[in-house]
């Protein structure tokens, strides 16, 4: 397979840059880490990863 791969470096919050990175580069597929927190804390702020689930219209991959 042929990939274009894009490394990007962003101070902010993942939750809320990713799903935007993702729109305007035009991906086909975010791939990130994810990992089980804290489940109250999690209920009570959410998590990253379902912000990025949420936020994105393209494919998402999590990695555990």
């Given at each position: 397979?042929?990939?274009?791969?894009?490394?990007?470096?962003?101070?902010?919050?993942?939750?809320?840059?990713?799903?935007?990175?993702?729109?305007?580069?035009?991906?086909?597929?975010?791939?990130?880490?994810?990992?089980?927190?804290?489940?109250?804390?999690?209920?009570?702020?959410?998590?990253?990863?379902?912000?990025?689930?949420?936020g994105c219209?393209?494919?998402?991959?999590?990695?555990?």
């Amino acid at each position: 397979y042929r990939l274009a791969v894009k490394t990007v470096v962003v101070e902010a919050k993942p939750g809320e840059v990713l799903p935007k990175l993702a729109k305007d580069r035009a991906c086909s597929l975010v791939a990130m880490g994810a990992y089980g927190g804290l489940f109250l804390r999690e209920l009570i702020l959410g998590s990253t990863t379902q912000q990025v689930v949420a936020g994105c219209r393209e494919a998402v991959l999590l990695c555990h």
